[in-house]
């Protein structure tokens, strides 16, 4: 019996975590989602990705004020 909430194939989930450049506007939460969308469409050139969820800090503080990041879970499909 196949559980719903199991994938039934093998799988891996990956992950990376993104930010904007350290400097001024590192903070730019607009800009860092552009940022995360261009890095999401850059995995999907090199082959069939599957996102499976972002997760959003507020990071940390510096000189230059807060530094979000943004982890992007994903798998590759086969």
């Given at each position: 019996?196949?559980?719903?909430?199991?994938?039934?194939?093998?799988?891996?989930?990956?992950?990376?975590?993104?930010?904007?450049?350290?400097?001024?506007?590192?903070?730019?939460?607009?800009?860092?989602?552009?940022h995360?969308?261009?890095?999401?469409?850059?995995?999907?050139?090199?082959?069939?990705?599957?996102?499976?969820?972002?997760?959003?800090s507020?990071?940390?503080?510096?000189?230059?004020?807060?530094?979000?990041?943004?982890?992007?879970?994903?798998?590759?499909?086969?």
């Amino acid at each position: 019996m196949d559980d719903a909430n199991v994938p039934s194939r093998d799988w891996g989930c990956n992950y990376y975590s993104i930010g904007l450049p350290l400097g001024e506007g590192q903070g730019d939460v607009a800009a860092l989602l552009r940022h995360v969308a261009d890095s999401i469409d850059a995995l999907r050139a090199d082959g069939s990705v599957e996102v499976l969820g972002l997760n959003y800090s507020a990071g940390e503080v510096n000189e230059f004020g807060e530094w979000p990041r943004m982890v992007v879970f994903y798998a590759i499909e086969s």
